[in-house]
Nanobody
C-alpha cells in the first residue's frame, strides 16, 4: 500500500510563513503528479498547487506569487512553501498523489490525512 504523511502545519500570524511537507511511502515506482488541496469550514476542497514529475506547476489564482510548490522525486516528497499568509488561507491542507505506480505494476491515487493551517489576523 501507499501512504502519504503530511507535516508542517500550525498557527501563524498574518504575513508569516509556513512550509508543508508530504512524504509518500510504500513500494512506489513513480508518481505522476503531486499537489496540495485545502478545505476551509463550510467550503469545498480546492486545488492550491500541483506539480508534475517533470516539474511543471499549476497554482490557484489566490496563491500565485505567495506559495511555491516543489518536489523531490528521489524522496517521493512534495513541499509547499507558503509566504505572506493571509487569514483566508486558514484551512485543512491535504496532500494528493495522482498516478502512483507501485508494487507489481499497480496504479492508484492517494490522499494524506490533512494538516491544519491557521492564520491569525
Amino acid at each position: 500500500q501507499v501512504q502519504l504523511v503530511e507535516s508542517g502545519g500550525g498557527l501563524v500570524q498574518a504575513g508569516g510563513s509556513l512550509r508543508l511537507s508530504c512524504a509518500a511511502s510504500g513500494s512506489i515506482l513513480s508518481i505522476n503528479a503531486m499537489g496540495w488541496y485545502r478545505q476551509a469550514p463550510g467550503k469545498q476542497r480546492e486545488l492550491v498547487a500541483a506539480i508534475t514529475r517533470g516539474g511543471s506547476t499549476n497554482y490557484s489564482d489566490s496563491v500565485k506569487g505567495r506559495f511555491t510548490i516543489s518536489r523531490d522525486n528521489a524522496k517521493n516528497t512534495v513541499y509547499l512553501q507558503m509566504n505572506s499568509l493571509k487569514p483566508e488561507d486558514t484551512a485543512v491542507y491535504y496532500c494528493n498523489a495522482a498516478g502512483v505506480w507501485y508494487g507489481l505494476g499497480r496504479r492508484g491515487d492517494y490522499w494524506g490525512q490533512g494538516t491544519q493551517v491557521t492564520v491569525s489576523s
